[in-house]
């Protein structure tokens, strides 16, 4: 398949041919919920932990006796309804992590781009080609393309110079080709790659 090529100004200056088997392939939106969950899984540090009621110090007597004080009969002053007390059903750390096939990876790495593709949402564009690294510039490209909100930055390698110019623009995520993840494609809307950013990537996937 064919797509359209643009400059920084926003006009066409051509067509690219590129593979069908990345940039044509079946919308699988059950596969591709799968691998964002297990992407967010993989994230989670799963440190977090507190203190049952067998694990806070102290507590050991019983405060007071079992009748006659006209109170509610307490057995712990390190019960959870304590102040100071455990926690019900602690948390305690954990492994969230789930397990991705590197064929259930790439299946739904081809879908996302494809449907983005398909949504008018890829962008490809001759070269940034940045006279300095300054965030005036990488925000007059992407007004030439009217873009707005979240938009993914897709880079052949890690060049200095765009990212400083767009780290601090609100809403602008940038990667490289080869470290692309279906994530990156989710969150955002509009993705403005170069044409080497997708050789790359087609040299990466196929």
């Given at each position: 398949m064919e797509l359209n090529?643009?400059?920084?100004?926003?006009?066409?200056?051509?067509v690219i041919t590129v593979s069908?088997?990345?940039?044509?392939?079946?919308y699988k939106e059950a596969l591709i919920h799968q691998i964002v969950v297990?992407?967010?899984?993989?994230?989670?540090?799963?440190?977090?932990?507190?203190?049952?009621?067998?694990?806070?110090?102290?507590?050991?007597?019983?405060?007071?006796?079992?009748?006659g004080t006209g109170r509610?009969?307490?057995?712990?002053?390190?019960?959870?309804?304590?102040?100071?007390?455990g926690v019900v059903f602690a948390p305690k750390?954990?492994?969230?992590?789930?397990?991705?096939n590197r064929k259930m990876k790439t299946a739904a790495l081809k879908s996302a781009l494809s449907q983005k593709v398909r949504q008018d949402?890829?962008?490809?564009?001759?070269?940034f080609a940045l006279p300095e690294a300054k965030t005036k510039f990488m925000a007059a490209?992407?007004?030439?393309?009217?873009?707005?909100?979240?938009?993914?930055?897709?880079?052949?390698?890690?060049?200095?110079?765009?990212?400083r110019a767009a780290r601090n623009i609100e809403g602008v995520s940038i990667t490289q080709s080869d470290l692309i993840n279906v994530y990156d494609l989710v969150r955002n809307g509009k993705c403005i790659i170069t044409k080497e950013a997708v050789r790359k990537l087609e040299e990466v996937n196929i």
């Amino acid at each position: 398949m064919e797509l359209n090529v643009y400059n920084t100004d926003g006009k066409k200056t051509g067509v690219i041919t590129v593979s069908d088997e990345i940039f044509n392939a079946e919308y699988k939106e059950a596969l591709i919920h799968q691998i964002v969950v297990a992407q967010l899984a993989n994230k989670r540090q799963g440190t977090k932990s507190a203190l049952t009621r067998a694990e806070v110090r102290g507590g050991g007597a019983k405060p007071y006796r079992q009748k006659g004080t006209g109170r509610a009969r307490q057995g712990s002053i390190r019960s959870p309804q304590w102040r100071k007390g455990g926690v019900v059903f602690a948390p305690k750390p954990r492994d969230f992590s789930k397990k991705i096939n590197r064929k259930m990876k790439t299946a739904a790495l081809k879908s996302a781009l494809s449907q983005k593709v398909r949504q008018d949402e890829f962008i490809v564009i001759e070269d940034f080609a940045l006279p300095e690294a300054k965030t005036k510039f990488m925000a007059a490209i992407l007004k030439n393309f009217e873009l707005k909100g979240k938009t993914l930055l897709i880079l052949p390698d890690n060049n200095q110079t765009i990212i400083r110019a767009a780290r601090n623009i609100e809403g602008v995520s940038i990667t490289q080709s080869d470290l692309i993840n279906v994530y990156d494609l989710v969150r955002n809307g509009k993705c403005i790659i170069t044409k080497e950013a997708v050789r790359k990537l087609e040299e990466v996937n196929i």
